[in-house]
């Protein structure tokens, strides 16, 4: 969140099986009364998803994805009609979606605008009408776009592109320029048209500004600055001229926020791939722009992406700025005391390479979150074909996946039907199948049923792996029987234990089978012997084998030899090995082969040791 100022617009995969961009927000959102005011975040990655957040309470409520693009800044427009999420897609695009509906869907006429740059950064103006938007990159123009319209309204060619970007309480739009080197004032009109002030200040030589934020009542506003050790510099507005500078604790600043009361300013420095990240907090005076000491000693946090100008930090804007919220790669958002610096509880968010943050308070009134499609074994997922990968989709709460009066309870000693979904699949072959629910977050049970609906009969079943709270099966299905899978929470009592985010994958599983051929072909000009053989392999696999063949050639000397043959198999496929030339010649007769491989694809069989006779044929 860039900061408190603005009161009336507040700043800031997995898949759904339905036709959208985004997926659900999780059933913690859709189990709050109605009209219930609670803070939302979220956390944009790298990767192209979005993670939802309580901020009140520490729960995510699931994460989004945005195909092909790689989102940067986010910001959360909450108003008495509606709740809007905007994410910077950093591909020129912004995406608009909208946080009343559950799941939250884009906006079904313009889900997201088209800009004139790359889209890196937002600010969203008082009232939350108008975000500007930078984008990151070279000279380009900043974009103004009309967020309850859906459409870029104006742009505006400063002489320069735009690294990060600002809206003050009175207007002022702050612009750090792309290559770093300046801070510009512009203003918003009513219209969304911008104005230049004609006011820059160029920063000194090294100090390479990143994040600006503008201070509660617009009369300053602070900028972090890269650099080692990095430093964050305040400016007066009107005029923009330099108050005072503080030295953060690493290197390459990267952001800068206020409190909601506006007293105090924290600053992120990204670290580097030898040095950790820092946080920094500072007690501030807004009117004057004057630093008044730390708020606490610096943390120590994971060193930051290296973007421009997307907000890193944010804030809980209620009661009293009482929490401080830090993505981290790989380990969520990591959340500290405002006060004191000392760490709270850690939210499962954003692990992955987050690129911001943002946080509001909302009051919505969701709609409930639709039950799962394949809820119900009458509309169970058909499989059409191996393998088969569905997911992550949400089956987590009362108002999602149910239990139904046809649904088994106990199934070979795994008992649980709570909150089952269901598929089914008729098999084209006779083979042997493999099915889990790894990638799910929460603890499933899986189980095969052979029969139909009301005459199940149970095959396979399995409640934890070794390995984790997800399951796995294997079963064998006979060609053009009807088979069907169910995902389930443990217990009986279908209320015992809540769903989540769930990934279900079935496949084949690899059958092979070698056969030596008794006979083997022997060369009359050197003594090599070509060996032959096939392998049969239920699905595609890579096969390697290694031999030994011995042949007793007199009583006191022996031809052996070792030898390796790789390829591929599909369904039977002859193989031979390359001539197998020992330092003496093999003869016809009999000899000892010795062999074992393995043959993998989406699993691995192994083919132990064996021994058998062969008759080498052919030569002297």
Not at 235 to 260: H, K, M, Q, W
Not at 572 to 587: D, E, G, R, V
Request: aromatic share 8%.
């Amino acid at each position: 969140m860039k900061q408190s100022h603005r009161a009336g617009s507040l700043s800031s995969g997995r898949f759904l099986r339905i036709p959208a961009i985004l997926t659900a927000f999780a059933a913690a959102l859709a189990a709050r009364p109605a009209a219930a005011d609670f803070t939302i975040g979220l956390v944009p990655e790298d990767s192209g998803s979005i993670t939802s957040f309580d901020a009140d309470t520490g729960d995510v409520f699931g994460t989004a994805s945005l195909p092909f693009v790689e989102p940067r800044d986010c910001e959360i427009v909450a108003s008495a009609d509606t709740t809007r999420g905007l994410v910077a897609g950093g591909n020129f695009q912004l995406f608009v979606f909208d946080l009343t509906t559950m799941p939250p869907l884009p906006f079904v006429d313009r889900p997201s605008i088209l800009l004139e740059n790359a889209s890196e950064d937002i600010a969203l103006a008082p009232g939350g009408t108008f975000a500007v938007v930078c984008g990151g990159l070279g000279p380009e123009p900043i974009s103004v776009v009309n967020v309850e319209t859906v459409e870029q309204v104006n742009i505006f060619f400063a002489g320069q592109g735009c690294r990060s970007v600002d809206v003050c309480d009175d207007g002022s739009v702050l612009v750090v320029a792309s290559d770093g080197s300046s801070l510009r004032r512009l203003t918003l009109g009513a219209d969304g048209s911008l104005s230049d002030t004609g006011e820059v200040v160029v920063f000194p030589i090294g100090f390479d500004g990143h994040n600006v934020a503008c201070a509660f009542g617009s009369d300053s506003a602070v900028v972090v600055g890269g650099g080692a050790p990095a430093t964050i510099q305040s400016f007066s507005i009107p005029g923009l001229s330099p108050v005072e500078t503080a030295l953060l604790t690493a290197s390459n600043g990267r952001s800068v926020i206020l409190s909601p009361s506006g007293d105090r300013v924290f600053a992120r420095a990204g670290g580097s791939s030898i040095e950790p990240g820092s946080v920094d907090a500072f007690f501030y005076e807004p009117t004057t722009g004057q630093f008044l000491g730390t708020v606490f000693s610096p943390l120590v946090v994971e060193p930051a992406l290296s973007l421009q100008g997307p907000e890193l930090l944010a804030i809980h804007p209620e009661p009293d700025d009482t929490k401080l919220y830090v993505p981290e790669n790989g380990k969520g958002v990591s959340v500290f005391s405002a006060a004191t610096g000392l760490p709270l509880p850690t939210i499962a968010a954003g692990s992955n390479f987050p690129t911001s943050i943002c946080l509001a308070t909302a009051s919505i009134t969701p709609a409930p979150a639709p039950p799962p499609l394949n809820d119900s074994i009458l509309a169970a997922t058909v499989i059409p074909s191996l393998p088969f990968n569905d997911g992550p989709y949400y089956t987590g709460s009362a108002t999602t996946s149910t239990t139904f009066p046809v649904d088994p309870s106990d199934n070979l000693d795994c008992s649980g039907n709570g909150h089952t979904v269901w598929y089914s699949f008729v098999a084209s072959e006779d083979a042997r199948l493999t099915a889990n629910t790894f990638g799910s977050d929460y603890d499933t049970t899986l189980s095969a049923f052979s029969g139909s609906i009301g005459a199940l009969t149970p095959i396979a079943c399995n409640n934890d792996t070794d390995f984790n709270v997800q399951s796995a099966i294997e079963f064998d299905v006979v060609a053009g029987q009807t088979y069907f899978l169910m995902v389930a929470t443990p217990g009986i009592d279908p209320t015992a234990a809540l769903g989540g985010m769930l990934q279900v994958s079935v496949s084949e599983m690899l059958v092979a089978k070698l056969i030596v051929d008794t006979k083997a072909s022997l060369s009359s000009i050197d003594g090599s012997v070509v060996v032959r053989g096939t392998v049969d392999c239920s699905t595609p696999a890579s096969v390697n084998l290694i031999g030994l063949l011995r042949q007793q050639t007199t009583r006191t000397t022996r031809a052996e030899q070792l030898f390796v043959v790789g390829f591929e198999c599909d369904g039977p496929t002859s193989w031979s090995s390359a001539p197998i030339l020992a330092t003496l010649p093999y003869k016809g007769g009999k000899a000892s082969l010795t062999i074992s491989g393995s043959a993998c694809g989406s699993d691995c069989v192994f083919f132990p040791q064996s021994s058998q006779e062969v008759h080498l044929t052919g030569g002297k």
